[in-house]
Nanobody
Framework: EAQLVESGGGLVHPGGSLRLSCAAS????????LAWFRQAPGKEREGVSC????????YYADSVKGRFTISSDNAKNAVYLQMNSLKPEDTAVYFC????????????????????WGQGTQVTVSS
């Protein structure tokens, strides 16, 4: 059974950093789009970033470009999200997701594209 488990969330001051991790089991990263989404209270789930396991190509939401970096370790079946210069508006539950294929401009932020989802990890940015 495929499973994704996120970790690394927490409380951080504005301007601080966090590194989220997502460990996958039950499938291998042969050709998957690996994504991070987030959902703030009262808002829809939104795509944050995506990386294609096949070639390492990445996509980022405009709101996080230059601050967040996605990476993956195919040997460890893990995907990471390094978040720097965090802002209060980054506060949300962050989810990792995996779907067969590659990240594209039309799929990286489409919740319907992904087959597997983690349970989420809370990130709170507050002074």
């Amino acid at each position: 059974e495929a499973q994704l488990v996120e970790s690394g969330g927490g409380l951080v001051h504005p301007g601080g950093s966090l590194r989220l991790s997502c460990a996958a089991s039950g499938f291998t990263f042969d050709a998957y789009a690996l994504a991070w989404f987030r959902q703030a209270p009262g808002k829809e789930r939104e795509g944050v970033s995506c990386i294609s396991s096949a070639d390492g190509s990445t996509y980022y939401a405009d709101s996080v470009k230059g601050r967040f970096t996605i990476s993956s370790d195919n040997a460890k079946n893990a995907v990471y999200l390094q978040m720097n210069s965090l802002k209060p508006e980054d506060t949300a539950v962050y989810f990792c997701a995996a779907g067969t294929g590659r990240c594209t401009t039309s799929t990286y932020d489409s919740i319907w594209y992904y087959d597997y989802w983690g349970q989420g990890t809370q990130v709170t940015v507050s002074s």
